[in-house]
């Protein structure tokens, strides 16, 4: 039965959901299963008689008889769809049912305390730490600080070699294990593992991951994942990082104290001071926006070459959130048909990635092209 319509018949059931009874079908095969072992169940039949569709009793495998994805059948973009929706819905159950490993221990203080302050009393001066804070203290959306080490028993410092394909994993015990896996593999499976339910009584969803930084050597990774989520999400994907051009940083003052007491203008990134605390060093210096964009465009030009032979959809940009704009402004370049920001590909602004404002309609190659 070779390239020929039949109408397929079904119970209504899983990737035939939703489907009309009966509906057209391309079936394209030499053999034909009449003979059902007890652990799969027939789902739907050709207008012959023959099996067109089934389904394991216990296990999530389903399969069909004919090609959803012929020209010639109907329904095919649903019958994927159910497909994908049973998958997930199987990996959701699954998660489920799994004892968490890990669980989150919640203390609740009745003050505001003071993020500087808690960084100094419980996190080394020296090591692998991290904080994460809110960039302004905005009524309404201010949100939250973050702050952490390497000591813990759970910890793990992860670095990877692009050109080796070797990831190393530090513990805090000392031992250094190595996986030669993608990195972005590794960390899909560790934060799978880590997972965990939402802890009662929490004003947002916590989970366990990894605070870090990619370097834009990881372009092929970007891209293999996007190729991921491409097919995953039968939607066109574009790979877009946030590896260059963030050099503003805004601060919810404009001063910070030492512990000594002693004040001083606040960082604000390497677009406008220096990080040392020193008074000359924390004085804005013009020149400092002509090095940011010299490194933006170094970037750029490294992804421009990266581009070479590929489709639209297959290129790996760059963004970042305008987070000073008086220091964003200078960085903006007249070109032949628009302006376009000499920073990134892609500049957004608002509170967080999940609904950003684009300031950029198409993506330019490099800040001077």
Same mark, same amino acid.
């Given at each position: 039965?070779?390239?020929?319509?039949?109408?397929?018949?079904?119970?209504?059931?899983?990737?035939?959901?939703?489907?009309?009874?009966?509906?057209?079908?391309?079936?394209?095969?030499?053999?034909?299963?009449?003979?059902?072992?007890?652990?799969?169940?027939?789902?739907?039949?050709?207008?012959?008689?023959?099996?067109?569709?089934?389904?394991?009793?216990?296990?999530?495998?389903?399969?069909?008889?004919?090609?959803?994805?012929?020209?010639?059948?109907?329904? &095919?973009? $649903?019958?994927?769809? !159910?497909?994908?929706? +049973? *998958?997930?819905?199987?990996?959701?159950?699954? /998660? #489920?049912?799994?004892?968490?490993?890990?669980?989150?221990?919640?203390?609740?203080?009745?003050?505001?305390?003071?993020?500087?302050?808690?960084?100094?009393?419980?996190?080394?001066?020296?090591?692998?730490?991290?904080?994460?804070?809110?960039?302004?203290?905005?009524?309404?959306?201010?949100?939250?600080?973050?702050?952490?080490?390497?000591?813990?028993?759970?910890?793990?410092?992860?670095?990877?070699?692009?050109?080796?394909?070797?990831?190393?994993?530090?513990?805090?015990?000392?031992?250094?294990?190595?996986?030669?896996?993608?990195?972005?593999?590794?960390?899909?499976?560790?934060?799978?593992?880590?997972?965990?339910?939402?802890?009662?009584?929490?004003?947002?969803?916590?989970?366990?991951?990894?605070?870090?930084?990619? &370097?834009? $050597?990881?372009?092929? !990774?970007?891209?293999? +994942? *996007?190729?991921?989520?491409?097919?995953?999400? /039968? #939607?066109?994907?574009?790979?877009?990082?946030?590896?260059?051009?963030?050099?503003?940083?805004?601060?919810?003052?404009?001063?910070?104290?030492?512990?000594?007491?002693?004040?001083?203008?606040?960082?604000?990134?390497?677009?406008?001071?220096?990080?040392?605390?020193?008074?000359?060093?924390?004085?804005?210096?013009?020149?400092?926006?002509?090095?940011?964009?010299?490194?933006?465009?170094?970037?750029?030009?490294?992804?421009?070459?990266?581009?070479?032979?590929?489709?639209?959809?297959?290129?790996?940009?760059?963004?970042?959130?305008?987070?000073?704009?008086?220091?964003?402004?200078?960085?903006?370049?007249?070109?032949?048909?628009?302006?376009?920001s000499g920073s990134a590909h892609f500049g957004w602004i608002g509170a967080g990635p999940t609904a950003p404002t684009w300031l950029s309609r198409r993506p330019c190659t490099t800040p001077s092209g």
């Amino acid at each position: 039965m070779h390239g020929r319509v039949s109408e397929v018949r079904h119970t209504g059931a899983d990737v035939f959901k939703g489907l009309p009874f009966p509906f057209s079908a391309v079936r394209y095969h030499s053999l034909a299963a009449d003979d059902l072992p007890d652990e799969l169940e027939p789902l739907a039949w050709s207008d012959d008689g023959v099996v067109m569709g089934l389904r394991h009793r216990e296990k999530p495998p389903w399969g069909v008889q004919f090609h959803p994805e012929s020209i010639g059948s109907h329904f &095919g973009q $649903e019958i994927l769809a !159910n497909f994908r929706d +049973l *998958a997930l819905a199987h990996h959701r159950a699954r /998660r #489920s049912e799994r004892a968490a490993p890990y669980e989150v221990h919640v203390r609740r203080v009745h003050m505001l305390p003071d993020a500087e302050e808690v960084r100094r009393t419980c996190l080394p001066p020296t090591g692998a730490t991290f904080w994460l804070d809110s960039s302004a203290v905005l009524p309404g959306s201010t949100r939250f600080s973050f702050l952490g080490d390497d000591r813990g028993p759970l910890a793990e410092y992860v670095t990877y070699r692009v050109a080796d394909g070797v990831g190393s994993v530090r513990h805090p015990d000392g031992r250094t294990t190595r996986t030669q896996q993608s990195f972005f593999t590794y960390l899909e499976e560790q934060l799978d593992r880590r997972h965990i339910p939402t802890p009662p009584g929490l004003a947002f969803e916590f989970n366990l991951g990894y605070v870090g930084y990619l &370097g834009y $050597e990881l372009v092929d !990774n970007l891209q293999g +994942l *996007a190729a991921i989520m491409r097919t995953g999400s /039968r #939607s066109p994907t574009v790979a877009i990082s946030r590896i260059a051009g963030q050099y503003g940083k805004p601060r919810s003052s404009p001063f910070e104290t030492e512990d000594s007491g002693r004040q001083m203008p606040s960082y604000c990134g390497d677009a406008v001071n220096d990080p040392a605390f020193d008074p000359v060093a924390r004085t804005p210096q013009p020149r400092r926006l002509l090095t940011a964009y010299e490194c933006s465009r170094l970037v750029l030009d490294e992804l421009r070459r990266s581009w070479s032979g590929r489709p639209v959809l297959e290129r790996v940009y760059t963004s970042h959130e305008l987070l000073l704009l008086p220091y964003e402004r200078p960085l903006v370049r007249e070109g032949a048909r628009c302006a376009y920001s000499g920073s990134a590909h892609f500049g957004w602004i608002g509170a967080g990635p999940t609904a950003p404002t684009w300031l950029s309609r198409r993506p330019c190659t490099t800040p001077s092209g």
